[in-house]
């Protein structure tokens, strides 16, 4: 029988986030601070606002590009946060979680062959989507000793004349790091000198813990050349719901659009009714749940510090991004370890590119409680490791 399988995709490898996640599912005791997934419900008026559409009998297919009265409130957020107007009807997609709006994203804008710049350590999507999409992904690896922020210098080495989409990671995940407007604005420059396109993916927008968070849209020339994505799974505390969005050039919304009314028809309408009261309603929630995390980024870094594990400060997400490279282990040796020993589940840093070699993800959207637990385990685990390099010295 002739192959079924599309050679592209049988070459993409699976995520690397999943595999300790199904580990630790079937390991009695154990910790897991893995998933990206807030540990909080979604705020009962949201859900409630989602129940009453159920009830009031709302179970018809909105029009493809989402709830007329959504579009406007995803306006209004972005005017109220950001300073910049969209149309609602013409530069606004709701999409089905902000992973469907990175995937048409790319596949509205790239022509086979085209060159797309992915940093890493990044979220795992990027580079499949790309390829997907017909696209070269191109990597650039971001360094520890720059916050793993992008640099201009770094961007301007990796732009070719095939390069045409930036995929602009901030804040990020795994590593927390964030780009402050001065951070912008150098890569601005390059990116208007070599007539780039740019999708910011901001789903970790409202959790910052420096300042607030700045978009590239609001630095003068990126709102006509960026798409920015965002969406209601991580700061609402909404990730079964499935909604993200999209804004940006009427354009490409168009083209985006059209790709999303063929493969997905509207995404999901009770998740739209809920998102509409959570944009309007929901900011003191979104800060209540801020606030709990920052308190847990503390918690870790002054622990890492007690203990002697080196972590530069994330501002961003809830991923803190620890160093373990005086182990001399990889990250996978690292992770497979400690789960087997002292049950608790990390991500290793290699999940999210080749660049996150000797470093973890550990994720702070867990109770403090929990937290607690799995570093005191992490403190034994990290003893027994030096205690061993002793031995062998």
């Not at 095939?162 to 790091?177: D, M, R, S, V």
């Not at 995390?293 to 870094?301: D, G, H, K, T």
């Not at 992770?335 to 087997?340: D, H, N, V």
Request: proline share 5%; charged share 25%; with cysteine.
């Amino acid at each position: 029988m002739r192959d079924p399988l599309s050679k592209t995709v049988v070459e993409i490898k699976p995520s690397g986030i999943r595999k300790f996640f199904d580990i630790v599912s079937e390991m009695k005791d154990a910790i897991s601070l893995g998933v990206g997934e807030p540990d909080f419900d979604t705020p009962w008026h949201i859900r409630e606002e989602g129940i009453y559409s159920l009830e009031k009998g709302r179970t018809f297919y909105t029009s493809n590009a989402g709830l007329k009265e959504l579009k406007q409130e995803i306006a209004r957020y972005h005017k109220r946060h950001n300073n910049v107007s969209y149309d609602y009807n013409h530069q606004v997609l709701v999409t089905v979680g902000g992973s469907e709006a990175i995937d048409i994203g790319l596949r509205a804008m790239c022509e086979p062959g085209d060159e797309v710049l992915i940093p890493q350590p990044s979220y795992v999507s990027y580079e499949p989507c790309a390829i997907l999409a017909g696209a070269k992904p191109v990597i650039i690896d971001l360094k520890a000793e720059n916050e793993f922020r992008l640099t201009p210098q770094q961007l301007e080495e990796k732009i070719t004349e095939k390069t045409k989409i930036l995929i602009l990671p901030f804040p990020n995940n795994p590593t927390g790091a964030i780009m402050e407007r001065a951070d912008l604005e150098a890569i601005a420059k390059v990116i208007e000198a070599h007539d780039l396109y740019v999708i910011s993916d901001e789903i970790y927008a409202a959790l910052t813990y420096k300042d607030k968070h700045v978009s590239i849209v609001e630095i003068p020339g990126m709102y006509e050349r960026t798409v920015l994505i965002n969406g209601f799974s991580k700061a609402f505390a909404m990730t079964g719901w499935r909604l993200g969005y999209a804004c940006g050039p009427a354009p490409i919304i168009e083209q985006m659009t059209k790709i999303h009314q063929f493969a997905i028809m509207c995404a999901p309408t009770t998740s739209q009714y809920a998102a509409v009261e959570a944009l309007r309603n929901g900011d003191d929630d979104v800060e209540e749940m801020r606030m709990a995390y920052n308190q847990r980024r503390r918690y870790l870094l002054h622990t890492f510090q007690e203990i002697g594990l080196e972590c530069f400060e994330p501002y961003g997400a809830f991923y803190v991004f620890p160093c373990i490279k005086e182990f001399g282990m990889t990250s996978d040796e690292f992770a497979t370890r400690f789960l087997e020993e002292e049950k608790v589940a990390v991500v290793p840093g290699t999940a999210f590119g080749d660049s996150g070699e000797g470093f973890i993800r550990i994720s702070y959207a867990y109770s403090l409680e929990n937290l607690k637990v799995a570093i005191s385990r992490l403190g034994h685990f990290i003893e027994r490791l030096r205690e061993e390099q002793k031995e062998k010295a």
